[in-house]
C-alpha cells in the first residue's frame, strides 16, 4: 500500500506518471488496471497525491490518530464487501460494488490494506527510510523488524556503500613492516 503511494507522490524520484502507475497497479494484481481510461488513472493519481500526508506521517502517528484519519477517508467511500474469484487469483474480497469506479475500487483497496496493517500492528512497523536525502515510508514486515530502507534498491546499497566506506576510513591502517 505504502509503496503504491510513494512511487506516485515519492520524495526523491520522479513522481510515476499514469502509464507507470498503470503498470505499477497491474503488477499489485489491480486486473482493472490494463484497461483503466487515462482518466480514471489521472483521478486515482490525484486520490493517492491526497492520501500522501496520511502515509508520511504514519510512523510518527499513533495508532488512535492514525485509525481516525483511515476511518475519515472509508467514510468517504461507497464499501461493500463481497467475496470474488476471477482470473485464476483464487478468491479474495472486493470493497467495493462491481459498479464502483476504478479509483473507488483502488483507494478502497489501498485503505483496507491500511486499516488491517494498523489492526495487526498499529503504526510500529512503519518507517522512514534511512537513506540519505529519502523521506519515502516503508512498511517493515519482516519478523525482527529490521528493515531500514525504502523499496528504492538504490537506497540500501548507496547507504550500505557509503557505510563501509566509513568503516573503512576509521580503520586504522596496519603497518606492515617486518
Ligand atoms: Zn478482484
Ligand atoms: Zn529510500
Same mark, same amino acid.
Given at each position: 500500500m505504502v509503496e503504491v503511494v510513494n512511487r506516485v507522490t515519492?520524495?526523491?524520484? *520522479?513522481p510515476a506518471g499514469i502509464d507507470e502507475l498503470r503498470e505499477i497497479l497491474t503488477d499489485k494484481g489491480f486486473s482493472r488496471a490494463p484497461d483503466a481510461s487515462a482518466a480514471s488513472l489521472q483521478r486515482l493519481k490525484g486520490r493517492l497525491v491526497d492520501m500522501n500526508p496520511l502515509v508520511a506521517s504514519l510512523p510518527r502517528l499513533e495508532l488512535a490518530e492514525a485509525s481516525r484519519l483511515v476511518n475519515e477517508q472509508l467514510t468517504e467511500l461507497d464499501i461493500a464487501p463481497s467475496i470474488a474469484d476471477h482470473d485464476g487469483v483464487g478468491p479474495h474480497i472486493?470493497?467495493?460494488?462491481?459498479? *464502483?469506479?476504478f479509483d473507488d475500487q483502488v483507494a478502497a483497496d489501498l485503505l483496507m490494506a491500511l486499516a488491517q496493517e494498523l489492526c495487526d500492528?498499529?503504526?510500529?512497523r512503519f518507517g522512514v527510510c534511512d537513506a540519505e536525502g529519502c523521506e519515502d515510508i516503508f512498511y517493515d514486515g519482516t519478523r525482527n523488524r529490521s528493515k531500514r530502507f525504502c523499496t528504492d534498491s538504490r537506497c540500501s546499497s548507496r547507504t550500505h556503500t557509503a557505510e563501509h566506506r566509513a568503516r573503512m576510513r576509521s580503520t586504522p591502517t596496519r603497518q606492515t613492516r617486518t
Open positions: 515519492g520524495t526523491k524520484q *520522479a472486493h470493497w467495493t460494488p462491481a459498479t *464502483a469506479r500492528d498499529g503504526t510500529s
